[in-house]
């Protein structure tokens, strides 16, 4: 089991326990995010779902990006709560970046940009992972489970 299985089916038994919903907008991962949701434990209780927005038109249309380079904060943070609007979901997560190997938006390959979104609040990362673009990948999907346990862990009864 890798780390990102963990990390799901730990998020699965929070998001069951607390009756807390999840959906994703995904660029640079290209729906791997989703589907490391969708094979936990009970999703289809839990996952409403995501959006692939590889285009920067299609965030723009679907999840209401600004006019702005689709590689950076303000990007995430917009995908995560559009997509949470979207899906009718108590978090939002996004992941924007560059897998590599060329630079894209002025940022170079392995700079992410990622956002989790509630009610409360929206949480927005960067980081900048070393490797090939697999590599890349999977160090995103990882840190994007990562903060979606936090926004669960710290979330007190806000079911949707």
């Known amino acids: 089991?890798?780390?990102?299985?963990?990390?799901?089916?730990?998020?699965?038994?929070?998001?069951?326990?607390r009756d807390l919903t999840i959906a994703?907008?995904?660029?640079l991962t290209c729906g791997r995010l989703a589907s490391s949701l969708g094979a936990a434990p009970d999703s289809?209780?839990?996952?409403?779902?995501?959006?692939?927005?590889?285009?920067?038109?299609i965030k723009r249309k679907v999840l209401d990006v600004p006019d702005v380079p689709v590689v950076s904060e303000t990007a995430a943070r917009a995908m995560a709560t559009g997509v949470r609007a979207?899906?009718?979901?108590?978090?939002?997560?996004?992941?924007?970046g560059v897998g590599g190997?060329?630079?894209?938006?002025?940022?170079?390959a392995g700079s992410v940009w990622f956002a989790v979104a509630t009610a409360d609040e929206v949480r927005a990362e960067h980081r900048r992972f070393d490797g090939g673009p697999d590599r890349v990948l999977d160090q995103t999907i990882?840190?994007?489970?990562?903060m979606l346990l936090d926004a669960v862990k710290s979330a007190h009864g806000h079911g949707l």
């Open 24 to 27: 994703v907008a995904e660029s």
């Open 101 to 108: 190997p060329d630079p894209q938006d002025g940022e170079p």
């Open 86 to 96: 979207l899906m009718d979901a108590f978090a939002g997560v996004a992941v924007t």
């Open 142 to 146: 990882e840190h994007a489970l990562a």
């Open 44 to 57: 289809a209780t839990w996952f409403r779902g995501g959006v692939v927005a590889y285009r920067p038109e």
């Open 1 to 17: 089991m890798t780390q990102a299985d963990v990390r799901a089916t730990e998020l699965a038994e929070l998001a069951l326990d």
